[in-house]
């Protein structure tokens, strides 16, 4: 994915010039370090599925937990089940 990524935005599809192009690269970024498979996962986003923490070591830490996915409905039937969680890490 790294050559993929690579030619997004060399080609302008990924960057910040505008609205749907800051949009893309939102979707993508969002994608990739937080395990998103499919449009319905991205749709069902809100900010109540992200909170930022501090990490042990003190770096920031962008915390991701799925609310409702393919595999995981919520609900007596999952009571057991974990959901999704991802996190990011600031870059130095």
Known sequence: PKETEAMLWENGFLGY???ETLFHT???IIGINFGLRGGQEHRDLSMENFRLETAD???QVLVY???VSKTYR???DHRNIEPH???AFQNR
Do not use: K, M, P, V
Request: zero cysteines; glycine letters at 22%.
């Open 65 to 67: 937990r799925e609310t």
């Open 74 to 76: 919520g609900g007596l």
């Open 17 to 19: 010039g505008d609205s």
């Open 26 to 28: 939102i979707f993508w």
């Open 57 to 59: 070591n003190g770096e």
């Open 85 to 87: 969680t991802a996190r």
